[in-house]
């Protein structure tokens, strides 16, 4: 094990994979002689040259359709976007490309490949900067999604996406680029999509926290501790695949559950796996399942206000204590 930053453990991944399989390159603006927007490909063009560590221009549906062709004739590209909201313009090399060709070529073509890309506020960036957009890519079929909340996570899933034959939506949280962990040194460690990690055992509910949010429902689990109430804390790691089994187990246990997420709450992520653990688990429930999203609002510049447009501990708190019927708030 080594400690080592989130962006590090990222660095390691892609640096690793390509030093075993020539196949594996990266595309994508500033990557190269910048070394990334959020310094992620920090030395690759060094070790690998140009012809597999790639500036492009800025033109995110070309970059992606570049990925599909490239993986398409036998490569393993990586493709950076460089913020989330980036990558609406490449919606159709995604959605009506990169998603459907193994189905629409009845598998005799596969598109193995990742488009990597950060989202998240708290940055003063704006509206067109700055959402969490991972529900839209959840809802297409054809697609994996992940959305690691660690250093180690950030490290194994990756690591698991660019030897995967399926395309993968890899989203990064440019809060969590600076977090601090321990990382297995092993350049075979993976963690398997569709697996959830249980990030604290607890009795009384049930927190599911989606990219950043499972970092700060551990947080609103230590004040949820202070006040008697034992949280059991859940980070799904991947939507789509889910491990809806290790939740639904949760639930059985807590019989209350709160779903934090980041992104906007109409047809969230919070509101799929709500339906899911309503349909499934619905006789284990003791109260209503309580959502915690982001504000249904373009995310605003002003500093204030942004802080108030994604969710923090406390609204996690009073979700949890919503569940219990108390009337009690933070």
Do not use: C
Not at 11 to 16: D, K, M, P, Y
Not at 82 to 88: A, E
Not at 234 to 239: E, H, S
Not at 297 to 308: D, G
Request: charged letters at 20%.
């Amino acid at each position: 094990m080594a400690e080592m930053r989130y962006r590090e453990a990222l660095n390691l991944a892609i640096r690793e994979e390509m030093r075993l399989n020539r196949d594996v390159m990266i595309m994508g603006e500033d990557i190269g002689v910048f070394n990334g927007a959020f310094k992620v490909t920090e030395g690759l063009l060094e070790e690998f040259g140009e012809s597999r560590v790639r500036d492009t221009p800025i033109s995110e549906n070309t970059i992606v359709g570049m990925g599909v062709g490239a993986a398409m004739v036998g490569l393993r590209p990586i493709v950076e976007i460089m913020t989330i909201n980036f990558s609406l313009l490449a919606m159709d090399q995604i959605v009506n490309h990169m998603a459907p060709i193994h189905y629409m070529f009845g598998a005799q073509a596969k598109v193995p490949m990742v488009v990597r890309m950060p989202q998240g506020a708290g940055h003063q960036l704006a509206a067109t900067h700055s959402h969490s957009l991972e529900a839209f890519f959840m809802h297409v079929p054809g697609l994996l999604v992940a959305t690691p909340s660690t250093p180690a996570d950030a490290k194994g899933l990756l690591k698991a996406a660019i030897r995967d034959d399926n395309p993968v939506i890899f989203i990064e949280h440019e809060t969590l680029y600076g977090m601090k962990g321990e990382v297995p040194e092993d350049p075979n460690f993976l963690v398997p999509f569709g697996k959830a990690e249980v990030r604290r055992e607890g009795t009384d509910v049930t927190i599911v926290g989606i990219s950043r949010m499972a970092v700060t429902a551990l947080e609103a689990a230590e004040i949820l501790a202070e006040r008697g109430i034992s949280a059991e804390v859940i980070d799904p790691r991947t939507l789509r695949p889910l491990d809806l089994d290790t939740i639904l187990r949760s639930v059985q246990k807590t019989n209350r559950v709160v779903l934090a997420e980041e992104g906007w709450p109409h047809g969230g992520v919070g509101a799929n796996i709500t339906a899911l653990i309503q349909e499934q688990a619905f006789d284990y429930l003791d109260a209503p399942i309580q959502r915690v999203a982001g504000a249904d609002v373009p995310m605003p510049y002003s500093k204030p206000l942004e802080q108030a447009a994604f969710p923090h501990a406390e609204n996690i708190v009073a979700g949890a204590l919503a569940t219990f019927n108390t009337g009690d708030r933070v």
